[in-house]
Each structure stands twice: as C-alpha cells, then as structure tokens.
C-alpha cells in the first residue's frame, strides 16, 4: 500500500504561484510514475503533469510554459511549482502515483485563483 499526503494550495490571484506538494508513504519502493490531476466543478479530472522515475515529464498543453514538476526521490516527495495561474487553473487538484499497474490517489486539495 501506498499513502499520499498532499500540502499546499490555496487562495491567490491571477497571475500568482503556487506550489502543491504530495509526500509518498508505505510501500514506494516500487512507485514508477508520480503526477497531478485536477478537476473543476462540472468537469472530469484531467491530467495535468506527470513525472517518471527518470525524470521524464509530460505536461497538459494548458499548463506548459507554467507549469513544472520535479521529484525527490531521497523525500519520496512529488511537487508541481504553478506559476502565472489563471482563473481556469481554479479546481481541486490530486496527487497520483503508479506502482506497476495500481494507482494511488491524494486526498486533494483546493486551488482557487481570484481576479
């Protein structure tokens, strides 16, 4: 089993950064892809970044340029630097992470960009 806690997010304008963090626990040895998905209200979740054991990244066409995502593997810990935000970019956003053919889920958190 594998726990993911997320941290971050919150309230800022248009324009701010932000930053989301999401820490693995349990049985990580064998986590392969680590990522971030969100979902607004009245839409489906969406894929926003992801990040392999690598280091390969692969980012939603809405967030390149903006968005990054980076791993530490020593903290176990996954995190997406949100920069510029939009009004769109508002949505609940969750941590995921793949360990063979299981998926795990964050508990979600909460960003809302103001204008």
């Known amino acids: 089993q594998v726990q993911l806690v997320q941290s971050g997010g919150g309230l800022v304008q248009v324009g701010g950064s932000l930053r989301l963090s999401c820490a693995a626990s349990?049985?990580?040895?064998?986590?392969?892809?680590m990522g971030w998905y969100r979902q607004a209200p009245g839409k489906q979740r969406e894929l926003v970044a992801t990040i392999g054991s690598g280091g390969r990244t692969n980012f939603a066409d809405s967030v390149k340029g903006r968005f990054t995502i980076s791993r530490d593997g020593a903290k176990n810990t996954v995190y997406l630097r949100m920069n510029s935000l939009k009004s769109e970019d508002t949505a609940v956003y969750y941590c995921n992470a793949l360990s063979g053919t299981t998926e795990y889920w964050g508990q979600g958190t909460q960003v809302t960009v103001s204008s």
């Open positions: 349990g049985s990580i040895f064998r986590l392969n892809v």
